[in-house]
């Protein structure tokens, strides 16, 4: 049953936090979700096995390796909005077909894109112990990357600034969209 079937949790957010590798998806959005008393989803968990011995072995993922792990994880924030619940969900979505391909599973979905520059990220992931994203993948992040359109429900956030700035204000900009969905 769809999102608009059940007509329940309009109000409460579905959000996917979004950027390039190393830009603080996991952080930020594990925060997110505990502020606003929603489930958590590691977008990471969503690729199979296929996709991680790919990146594992330096070489960016196309299109169609994409296209499963998007629907996974859009299958996922669909589910929980027809049960009414609240969800953040980890997930580069870094091209607007990406995030299409997000809303055609749950059409509310709120993206916060935590924007860093290519130093930031490749220092960030270099630091990493244990994850299947190397550094080497930096350059494909970043050629991949399409900033969120003037059409798309989001905020475009400092991936830099300190979590205690970047979730209130996440917050706040669901408050704003959450107002003006009443009054439209």
Same mark, same amino acid.
């Given at each position: 049953?769809?999102?608009?079937?059940?007509?329940?949790?309009?109000?409460?957010?579905?959000?996917?936090?979004?950027?390039?590798?190393?830009?603080?998806?996991?952080?930020? %959005?594990?925060? +997110?979700?505990? #502020?606003?008393? *929603?489930?958590? =989803?590691?977008?990471?968990?969503?690729?199979?096995? !296929?996709?991680?011995?790919?990146?594992?072995? %330096?070489?960016? +993922?196309?299109? #169609?390796?994409? *296209?499963?792990? =998007?629907?996974?994880?859009?299958?996922?924030?669909? !589910?929980?909005?027809?049960?009414?619940?609240?969800?953040?969900?980890?997930?580069? #979505?870094?091209?607007?077909?990406?995030?299409?391909?997000?809303?055609?599973?749950?059409?509310?979905?709120?993206?916060?894109?935590?924007?860093?520059?290519?130093?930031?990220?490749?220092?960030?992931?270099?630091?990493?112990?244990?994850?299947?994203?190397?550094?080497?993948?930096?350059?494909?992040?970043?050629?991949?990357?399409?900033?969120?359109?003037?059409?798309?429900?989001?905020?475009?956030?400092?991936?830099?600034?300190?979590?205690?700035?970047?979730?209130?204000?996440?917050?706040?900009?669901?408050?704003?969209?959450?107002?003006?969905?009443?009054?439209?």
């Amino acid at each position: 049953m769809s999102e608009e079937e059940t007509g329940r949790g309009e109000g409460r957010p579905i959000v996917v936090v979004m950027g390039v590798s190393g830009c603080g998806k996991t952080f930020v %959005g594990e925060k +997110l979700a505990e #502020a606003i008393g *929603a489930d958590f =989803l590691e977008g990471d968990s969503f690729h199979p096995p !296929e996709n991680i011995a790919l990146m594992s072995s %330096g070489q960016p +993922l196309d299109d #169609a390796h994409r *296209a499963g792990w =998007l629907d996974a994880i859009g299958g996922k924030l669909a !589910e929980i909005a027809a049960e009414g619940g609240s969800a953040v969900a980890a997930c580069s #979505a870094l091209k607007r077909i990406y995030r299409d391909r997000l809303r055609r599973h749950c059409s509310r979905v709120v993206f916060v894109h935590l924007a860093i520059d290519k130093e930031t990220a490749r220092d960030r992931i270099s630091g990493r112990k244990g994850h299947f994203m190397p550094a080497s993948l930096v350059d494909s992040q970043f050629a991949d990357l399409q900033p969120l359109e003037a059409d798309e429900v989001g905020i475009t956030l400092d991936g830099t600034a300190d979590v205690s700035l970047l979730v209130p204000a996440a917050q706040a900009f669901f408050e704003r969209e959450s107002d003006a969905r009443m009054k439209a």
